[in-house]
């Protein structure tokens, strides 16, 4: 198996529609046939909790039993830190720190956790954030250093500020539109880099924004996210997107993580 590293960008609250019509980097690799573009409907409720838990656990949040955002704790389920961890391989996160409670230790106390260095937790060198209007060219900064540092097998960068704008402005908003915006002008400061040292890109959101400036529900401006895949592990013409369910089991096929257990999408890779 191919042991390739792998970054997941994920770009919180962002919908399809606007991926689609804001994100002209990314659009660009799309187009010119250097990257998968696609649509899927995330799971429900259209929460983030539920939903990190849903992309890296491959379970439904109905299934897990956390479905909603003050719910920490799930059924127990392998996620893809532990995954890549059991097999000797680097993970890190630059994230807000829910993936802490989630993946490391719960609760987060951010006077001593903002900074993880930890080779026995499954996220073991992370920079988590804990306020939502943290600027996401920071959160790039963060994921940066730690790649600098460490050079993860697995990469976490988790944005938020396309969410917060969300909701302050709601959906169809210049607001909201133009975080989107400033989060594809970020990506294209430092995509490039990360494809160059042969990282394997994995892009999408948890769930949309409605335009009442919240998000849970089944409107497709809640529930359609945008999925880009970068790299020589996919197929740009696949013919569909890895739902949620299958995020994290197309994660581990890509980074060659054998027996992993989980649902994934064979349809996007080469
Ligand atoms: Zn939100």
């Given at each position: 198996m191919n042991m390739r590293r792998v970054i997941f960008v994920l770009l919180d609250g962002l919908s399809a529609r606007s991926g689609q019509s804001c994100m002209g980097y990314l659009e660009s690799l799309r187009e010119t046939g250097r990257a998968f573009g696609g649509v899927v409907r995330c799971e429900l409720p259209a929460l983030s909790r539920p939903l990190y838990h849903c992309l890296i656990t491959g379970k439904r949040p109905a299934e897990s039993g956390l479905v909603h955002n003050t719910c920490w704790q799930a059924e127990p389920a392998q996620n893809c830190f532990h995954l890549a961890c059991a097999q000797g391989r680097i993970t890190a996160a630059a994230a807000y720190y829910w993936f802490r409670e989630l993946?490391?230790?719960?609760?987060?106390a951010p006077e001593r956790e903002r900074v993880t260095a930890d080779?026995?937790?499954?996220?073991?060198?992370g920079l988590f954030y804990?306020?939502?209007?943290?600027?996401d060219a920071q959160v790039l900064l963060d994921a940066q250093s730690l790649l600098t540092a460490h050079a993860p097998d697995l990469l976490l960068v988790h944005s938020l500020g396309i969410d917060h704008a969300g909701h302050l402005h709601g959906h169809d908003s210049p607001g909201y539109r133009n975080a989107a915006r400033e989060a594809d002008m970020l990506l294209a400061r430092h995509m490039p880099g990360w494809l160059e040292q042969g990282y394997q890109l994995m892009i999408t959101s948890d769930h949309g924004m409605s335009a009442d400036k919240l998000h849970n529900g089944n409107s497709p401006e809640e529930r359609e996210v945008p999925v880009w895949l970068v790299g020589d592990a996919f197929r740009p013409d696949a013919p569909r997107a890895p739902e949620q369910v299958e995020w994290c089991g197309t994660l581990c096929e890509v980074m060659g993580?054998?027996?992993?257990?989980k649902a994934f999408c064979r349809e996007v890779l080469r």
């Open positions: 993946v490391n230790v719960h609760p987060f080779p026995a937790l499954p996220i073991q060198h804990s306020s939502d209007a943290y600027p993580i054998e027996a992993h257990g």
